[in-house]
Structure formats: structure tokens, C-alpha cells
């Protein structure tokens, strides 16, 4: 089962929850899949960027997002929803509709995706809800909308650490490309 989940912004995601992005900041030359990480208040922060490269088919990029979070087993990930109106080159509502179209039947794992919202929250919410109505493996779950109060208690239900980031990052190229963590 798939949970969704919205938070604000990615300050407000829970920390250990790598952040899913798909538009690659142009320092990154190419268009293969970007996995960096830095520390940030004594926390290791992850973000993988899968852009998408148009010369690939949208149900083909999506199959591959699927197969690399898999693959990075972590349970957890914050989705920049805005990043989704720059591929589709739509409205919100109509990216993230489309991306969910093409993503959910292919991913198939235990997990938790949080959207960051910023100000758009009842738009993202409504996806959620067709979504849900498609697909049977996805549920939006208030206890993970981050919207809804900022109070601490909101978190509560989360893992205080998951497995350390360092094992299971151990050599992420690697890991991108094989599957293999060595």
C-alpha cells in the first residue's frame, strides 16, 4: 500500500525522507538520474533527481522512476509536485494527474510518498482522491497530511531514525545503475 501525504515545503518533510525531484539544476550537465546528499543541521539530507530526458517516452520514464526508488528501498520519499509542471509543461492539477497516471501502475511497494503542496494543497488533495479511485494500491491518509497543523504531534507517528542513510547509500552510482549496493 501506497500512503500520500503533503507537506508545505521540503523544511517541513520529516528529515529522513529523501526528496524526489525531476527537473535537473543546470550545474548537473546530462540527463541521467542525480543523487546528492549534504547535511544539514547535524542531518543527512538525500535528494535524487530523475529528469526527464525528452527523447523517452513518458510511460518509459516513469517505469524507470519506479524501478530506481525500488531499488534505493527506502520507504519514504517527498515528491517536488511543481517540478511535474515543468515535464508535462501543463497546470498542476494536470501534471501531477498525469505523472500519478502513468507512475502508480507501475510501482508497487510499501511506502509513504509525501507532495509538497506550498500553497496548493486542496488542488493536490483532489488528485489524490481520483487517483484513489483508479488505483487500489494508493490511499491519501490525513495522519501524513503536514498541512493540516504544524503541531509536533503531527509527526508522532514517524520512526524517530529509519536504517541509516550511509548503508544503504553505500555506493549510490552503483546502486542507480545495478541494483547492487557495493
Known sequence: MVNLGLVKDFNSCPTDTPRLCFCLPSE???EAPVLRSWTQKEEQLWELIVPNNSKIEIHSWTQNISQILQRLNKYQWCVNTHDLVH???LPLNKALYEWGRH???VFRFDSVFYFKADNDAQIIRNIFLEW???ETNICYRK???LTISDSPARNAHL????IKQAKI???PWNFLKTGKNN
Do not use: A, H, I, L
Not at 520512526?159 to 529509519?162: D, F, Q, R, S, V
Open 103 to 105: 507512475f502508480w501502475p
Open 132 to 134: 484513489e479511485k483508479k
Open 143 to 145: 495522519r501524513y497530511d
Open 87 to 89: 515535464v508535462f509543461q
Open 159 to 162: 520512526p524517530e531514525k529509519t
Open 169 to 171: 547509500f553505500k555506493n
Open 28 to 30: 548537473f550537465g546530462g
